[in-house]
């Protein structure tokens, strides 16, 4: 069993900055996928960034030059630092992380409980 938890989502206004956080435990061998997805009301869930084991990392277009992921190895936690809010930002984010399991190295893709963040105008 691998678990997901998140936190820092919360209300902000626009121009402000949140921080979430997403912190992975259980039966893990290693990580080689970490992202953060959202989903707006009535949309689909859609990525936003990602990072792979190698530190390369990409962005939804809509995200880019205010949004930085990164992730803490040793802590197997993953960061989705958000500047320069906007309104059109409102949406509840989930992480997601894939990886191999420790008990016979079978693969596992879990996901977060998801965080709401809602960006007032």
């Known amino acids: 069993q691998v678990q997901l938890v998140e936190s820092g989502g919360g209300l902000v206004q626009a121009g402000g900055s949140l921080r979430l956080s997403c912190a992975a435990s259980?039966?893990?061998?290693?990580?080689?996928?970490m992202g953060w997805y959202r989903q707006g009301p009535g949309k689909t869930r859609d990525l936003v960034a990602h990072?792979?084991?190698?530190?390369?990392?990409n962005y939804a277009d809509s995200v880019k030059g205010r949004f930085t992921i990164s992730r803490d190895s040793p802590k197997n936690t993953v960061y989705l630092q958000m500047n320069s809010l906007k309104p059109e930002d409102t949406a509840v984010y989930y992480c997601?992380?894939?990886?191999?399991?420790?008990?016979w190295g079978l693969g596992f893709n879990s996901w977060g409980q998801g965080t709401q963040v809602t960006v007032s105008s």
């Open positions: 997601n992380v894939r990886g191999i399991r420790t008990d």
């Open positions: 990072i792979a084991s190698d530190g390369s990392t």
């Open positions: 259980g039966s893990i061998a290693s990580i080689n996928y």
